[in-house]
Nanobody
């Protein structure tokens, strides 16, 4: 019954921007901290951004200043605005609670390449 559906990924040149969206259902979205994770080929999944239920945010050092996480509790949606993208940002991006406690969705592929 719990679903996490990510969208918004794609192919972008270095320096470009993408906005990812995650629509959650099946739980009371507003009371949980939410996060974006990413997993690059051959690497483990890593936490990149967190937004707490009250709206505060935290970011991995690698994305700080470039990514912005936000949430719309009325729409059960969390977003990740990604600016100044770098090739090392290439990964499949996933959303989940923080700490991750739900089954992972399919994620959305972000590819940063010239």
């Amino acid at each position: 019954q719990v679903q996490l559906v990510e969208s918004g990924g794609g192919l972008v040149q270095p320096g470009g921007s993408l906005r990812l969206s995650c629509v959650a259902s099946g739980y009371i979205f507003s009371i949980y901290d939410m996060a974006w994770y990413r997993q690059a080929p051959g690497n483990q999944r890593e936490l990149v951004a967190v937004i707490i239920s009250g709206g505060g945010t935290n970011y991995a050092d690698s994305v700080k200043g470039r990514f912005t996480i936000s949430r719309d509790n009325a729409k059960n949606t969390v977003h990740l605005q990604m600016n100044s993208l770098k090739p090392e940002d290439t990964a499949v991006y996933y959303c989940n609670r923080d700490p991750s406690s739900l089954n992972w969705g399919q994620g959305t592929q972000v590819t940063v390449s010239s």
